[in-house]
RNA sequence: UGUCGGGUCGUCUAAUGGCAGGACAGCGGCCUUUGGAGCCGCGAGUAGAGGUUCGAAUCCUCUCCCGACAGCCA
């Protein structure tokens, strides 16, 4: 009996080569993000397909890389940053952690070796002349005057462009391929430019630093590499993966590319991703609109929610945008199954119950998850006095509406029928106390609880309840494709206004008070949160939304408000 | 008309010459002590034109559309 596995084009290469003994059964993969930046949900997809297929196959290994080839944008608190998203989303990352850095004395030496062979030389053109004399799209280049140098010449000018002797983008080393290349990555591409600044983990030991495209082969080829997993931009590159690695006669891994993942009303390019954060658009990486890895954990998404997301949308070379309802969808999923129900008034208004005794307490038993039986029940202090939703009263009623108004009944959650007799307001006119009377036949799971009332709220006992602070989110753009942007515009004019709404006064049952930083929680009837690591300034505990829930009610509403012509 | 790559429901993805299926979204209904969840149902697709074949999303030809590349970024 065997279950069809979820496959796709990489994985059936890697089942392929597994069954050829291509690497000889070895499958060594590897994820090697740039620190320049903190890694987003784009990044989840790309971490899933190389650990995922890694752990597939008996013996399969993955490393993560730090491609950390450019001193002057990388820096330690991105490598931090990047290590622990890996290991919130990937779990256990067996500590195969590199630098590509750590290999720059042997790249140096490979350099030199490609020298020797006459297929590599040092050029003097700066880089207007190159750009210049590389030709366009449709025309080819033309050959720089320094190309046909001696091996001699190549080498002294090397050496002391390693030492210093040279000037910032004065000199650089270039392969000496086809000026007239059909494609442009191969009319003799630059390996080596001249960067007197400090790197992250080399401090100062060097002064010339490799290109992408000239190290990262090298990188897989020295850690045994046999499937080098990119995105789509990389395809053009691939000659030129092949021909360094060839010319070189050295362990030659093989690159694939595939699509990167694209969000519906998300920016997921590092560039913008980093202008939000240093022109204070958000508060941090971290702020929970961000689509980093770092902001969904705060904001309460799941790991398991955000693979299940990856593993929905597959892998191909198809350009491709996925709908954000899916990510809400999974954590949903996720949430619903596993999440600590509460009860929080997030826009409290008072009720008093003028038949229940003055100064009486008493413990109702709530379940704690109706889809998880045994996550038991906990008990929730009632009394004379409680909080209820703003939302969960009308004076004047809208139809279909089935919660409280006056002369009306609803059901208290877990607790008792309520009937609003009497509706007091300040002199605004704002309701600022409802009386109500109990039924006390009615105690939830009581002998007389299964009399019929169309609705059940949540409420919050006054005498009990925890002050905090709620934050709603929203999507950050209002925009599907927020680079969408007029003329001239950048695409923060498609920025959402309203993408944070700060709640303060919030209700909460006893039982949150004590939760610690991540703790996550459905708030009944209203949706998920997460505790978030930061506290108000007088000790109240944060909590972020997650996602609301489902809300056929809103929908309900939105249709009677179509319906119903402008006055 | 430089090179490379890609076009299947609104979105993502299966079908690898043999009934175009699934998921998300949408819509309708049932149920409900969360207007949540759950259950049932509906609509919706092979870019176009030719060809090969008993049979084509799949193979061939042409056309159209989309993306990437002219950093000493990755």
Redesign the pocket.
């Known amino acids: 009996m065997s279950v069809p596995e979820k496959t796709?084009?990489i994985r059936?290469i890697v089942a392929e080569d597994l069954r050829t003994n291509k690497y000889g059964g070895r499958i060594h993969t590897r994820f090697p993000p740039?620190p320049n930046g903190y890694l987003h949900i784009g990044h989840a997809k790309s971490i899933n397909l190389n650990y995922g297929i890694a752990r597939e196959h008996a013996g399969g290994i993955c490393n993560l890389r730090f491609?950390d080839?450019?001193p002057e944008?990388e820096e330690q608190e991105y490598v931090d940053s990047i290590i622990a998203d890996v290991r919130w989303i990937a779990g256990t990352i067996d500590e195969r952690i590199y630098y590509a850095s750590d290999y720059f004395e042997q790249m140096y030496e490979w350099a030199v070796a490609l020298v020797q062979k006459g297929k590599a030389y040092v050029c003097d053109?700066?880089?207007d002349e190159?750009?210049e004399s590389?030709g366009?799209?449709?025309e080819p280049g033309t050959d720089s005057p320094y190309r046909n140098r001696s091996v001699e010449e190549n080498l002294n000018l090397l050496t002391r462009m390693r030492k210093g002797e040279f000037p910032?983008?004065?000199r650089?080393l270039r392969a000496k391929i086809d000026m007239a290349s059909?494609?442009?990555?191969l009319r003799d591409p630059?390996m080596y430019?001249?960067v007197h600044e400090d790197h992250h983990r080399q401090g100062s030991a060097w002064c010339i630093?490799p290109?992408?495209d000239w190290a990262h082969g090298l990188e897989d080829s020295i850690e045994g590499i046999t499937h080098s997993i990119c995105t789509?931009?990389?395809?053009?590159?691939r000659p030129l993966y092949d021909w360094f690695l060839d010319a070189l006669e050295i362990y030659h891994p093989q690159q694939i590319e595939f699509?990167r993942f694209n969000l519906s009303y998300t920016i997921l390019s590092k560039r913008r991703l980093r202008q939000l954060v240093q022109e204070g658009h958000v508060s941090g990486w971290d702020d929970p609109r961000m689509p980093t890895i770092a902001a969904y954990r705060r904001r309460g998404y799941t790991p398991e929610s955000i693979r299940t997301v990856c593993e929905?949308?597959?892998v191909?070379?198809?350009?491709?945008?996925?709908?954000v309802?899916?990510l809400e969808?999974s954590i949903?999923?996720d949430l619903?199954k596993h999440a600590q129900?509460a009860m929080a008034v997030l826009n409290p208004v008072k009720v008093v119950l003028t038949n229940y005794p003055e100064g009486q307490t008493e413990e109702l038993p709530a379940m704690n998850n109706?889809?998880d039986e045994s996550a038991g029940t906990r008990n929730v202090p009632f009394g004379r006095e409680l909080y209820i939703d703003r939302d969960d009263f009308r004076e004047v009623p809208p139809p279909?509406?089935?919660?409280l108004s006056p002369g009306k009944e609803v059901?208290l959650?877990?607790a008792y029928i309520i009937r609003c007799d009497q509706v007091i307001k300040d002199a605004s006119g704002e309701v600022i106390e409802l009386r109500c009377t109990y039924d006390p036949e009615?105690r939830?799971?009581?002998p007389a609880?299964?009399r019929?009332v169309k609705?059940?709220?949540h409420w919050v006992s006054a005498q009990h309840a925890v002050d905090a602070e709620v934050r709603l989110y929203d999507r950050l753009f209002l925009k599907e494709d927020p680079n969408e942007a007029p003329e001239g515009k950048s695409f923060l004019v498609n920025l959402n206004p309203d993408s944070l709404q700060v709640l303060t006064g919030c209700k909460l049952e006893p039982m949150l008070g004590s939760a610690a930083p991540g703790d996550r929680f459905?708030f009944?009837?209203v949706g998920y949160f997460c505790v978030d690591t930061a506290r108000t300034a007088s000790g109240a505990p944060i909590f972020n939304r997650t996602v609301t829930?489902?809300?056929?009610?809103a929908?309900?509403e939105q249709r009677g408000r179509e319906l119903t012509p402008a006055p």
């Open positions: 796709d084009f059936d740039e491609d080839t450019n944008k053109l700066n880089a190159i750009r590389r366009t799209l449709t910032d983008g004065s650089t059909p494609n442009i990555n630059i430019r001249i630093y290109t992408y789509l931009e990389f395809e053009n590159h699509a929905k949308i597959g191909s070379k198809k350009d491709s945008i996925i709908d309802s899916l969808w949903r999923e619903n129900r109706p889809e279909k509406y089935h919660r059901r959650r877990a009615t939830s799971g009581g609880a299964n019929k609705g059940t709220i459905q009944e009837r829930l489902k809300d056929a009610w929908k309900i």
